[in-house]
């Protein structure tokens, strides 16, 4: 989107490297010094209704809130909230990591001006963190606790439907919070989903066309252009089709986003 590579060239000059991990040590401090009487959450919360009361540093702190949870949640949140934002700094570059949180945020705050008696949450912020790392590494596995493993795709969708609940039951803040988290990841991946959509239609209609109802059952549906995995030799693997590359080119998961986009003169002689 050409507004968001205008917004990146504004940011360069003010990216923080490494924000994911800032972020998770102000969450450890702060939860340990609430632990220890040394520090009061109160006083770090965000309502529109108290920047009346001149205490504007709110409208900062309370991204350094950890959710009020049992400490070994609160230590697996951290932990994933490092792993993936570390990895989404790494794929997309510090500069749209960094506007990535940052429009997160803004319309978190935006939408608390609407119910501006209501505490704002870094929680959807997080979640929107979650909902990316999981679209680009669907297959990733994470071990809950060091011992449960699970692919991210699966925790995200618990997640999402987790949040479905809460929109549902939830008061209008909290619908609006979980909004702001929703539109966030789209912003950034709306028009890939919408591709990835597309691609699918067009290559399932095309593979119909071509083998009709006498498909060979040992023929694969995907291949990998790059290394030759198939849906018969890796049948956990998710595969996706390139809009960029000429013709519909399927990779798996380790080259959909580590390949050189195939021309249209390379699709003709091969």
């Not at 060239?9 to 924000?19: D, K, M, Q, Y």
């Not at 870094?122 to 449960?148: D, H, K, Q, R, T």
């Not at 519909?248 to 002689?269: G, L, R, S």
Request: net charge positive; with cysteine.
């Amino acid at each position: 989107m050409s507004w968001l590579n205008k917004l990146e060239r504004r940011l360069e000059p003010f990216a923080i490297t490494n924000l994911t991990l800032y972020l998770v040590i102000g969450q450890a401090f702060v939860y340990l010094s609430a632990l220890l009487g040394l520090l009061d959450p109160l006083k770090l919360v965000f309502a529109p209704v108290l920047l009346m009361h001149g205490e504007p540093w709110r409208l900062f702190t309370f991204i350094f809130l950890p959710p009020p949870t049992h400490w070994a949640l609160i230590a697996f949140g951290l932990y994933f909230l490092w792993l993936a934002g570390s990895s989404l700094e790494a794929h997309w570059g510090v500069v749209r990591y960094n506007l990535f949180l940052l429009v997160g945020y803004l319309l978190t705050v935006g939408v608390s001006f609407l119910t501006p008696g209501s505490y704002a949450t870094n929680l959807f912020i997080g979640g929107s963190i979650l909902y990316a790392f999981a679209y680009l590494n669907p297959e990733f596995v994470i071990y809950i606790f060091m011992v449960i493993p699970v692919k991210i795709k699966w925790l995200a969708l618990f997640y999402g439907a987790s949040n479905l609940l809460m929109f549902v039951t939830g008061s209008l803040a909290t619908k609006l919070a979980i909004l702001a988290g929703l539109a966030n990841f789209l912003i950034f991946f709306a028009k890939s989903i919408w591709q990835d959509v597309l691609q699918n239609r067009r290559h399932m209609n095309s593979q119909g066309r071509r083998f009709g109802s006498s498909r060979d059952e040992d023929e694969p549906r995907h291949r990998c252009f790059v290394c030759g995995k198939t849906d018969i030799t890796d049948p956990n693997m998710d595969f996706r089709y390139c809009s960029k590359c000429a013709g519909d080119q399927c990779y798996c998961t380790e080259h959909i986003f580590n390949h050189e986009h195939v021309k249209v003169d390379a699709e003709a002689n091969r």
